[in-house]
């Protein structure tokens, strides 16, 4: 019996035009605790306005399964080579839902940034943890772009962490107007997270689903 593949997803709205590689939001613990807690607290946390957990709760609910899949597979044990999937495209979204489960989960995304070095990857992710210990074990691939989803909403952070090479910015919509960057356009046409470019703030307008 073959393994079951890894899931790519093609991908809609703002995103039409990517494919993209996720996991599945509802079970990621860290999800789960953040978006908990941010609700119950009303706190600034872009996590307390999910638009994953709303998504997958309601028109998007079919999609869980594969993004399960996903999940399972990516955090649980290496990809083989016959597993890797092979990315026809210039550039690709990694965590268009969901979050880095583990340090394992990182290894195989870097695995198909690797064996695909014709295509630009980009992740957006807060877990700078698990990036810090695998971009210090293993270096980062010079396709892989870095993208620090900042919880904290309506705070634009500037300077990216360590190893990533932009901050994503989350601000209410009448709020630093001049600095949003990343709001009425699509990812295909703009790709600012996406190329080699001296823009290193991405700011966009909360979306409240």
């Known amino acids: 019996m073959s393994k079951p593949a890894v899931h790519v997803s093609i991908m809609t709205g703002k995103l039409m035009g990517l494919k993209a590689i996720s996991t599945n939001t509802k079970t990621n613990e860290y999800c789960k605790e953040q978006n908990s807690k941010a609700v119950k607290h009303n706190t600034d946390n872009i996590c307390g ?3 994953s957990h709303k998504m997958l709760d309601g028109f998007r609910k079919n999609m869980a399964p594969a993004l399960q899949r996903n999940s399972d ?5 290496p990809l083989t080579r016959q597993e890797i999937p092979r990315i026809n495209d210039t550039i690709f ?8 489960i583990n340090m394992l989960h990182l290894e195989n995304l ?3 940034v690797i064996d695909n ?7 957006w992710t807060k877990r700078v943890d698990i990036v810090f210990r695998c971009m210090k074990r293993y270096g980062k691939p010079k396709n892989l772009k870095l993208i620090y989803s900042n919880p904290k909403m309506g705070h634009i952070l500037s300077k990216p962490p360590r190893y990533f090479d932009k901050t994503f910015n989350n601000v209410d919509v009448n709020d630093f107007v001049e600095r949003q960057n990343c709001t009425g356009q699509k990812c295909q046409d703009c790709r600012l997270c996406y190329s080699d470019n001296d823009v290193d703030t991405i700011v966009e307008k909360v979306k409240r689903y």
């Open 49 to 51: 306005v999910c638009y």
């Open 110 to 112: 870097l695995a198909i």
């Open 93 to 100: 979204r990694f965590n268009a839902h969901g979050e880095l």
């Open 117 to 123: 070095p014709w295509c630009t990857f980009a992740l």
């Open 73 to 77: 597979i990516l955090s649980s044990r």
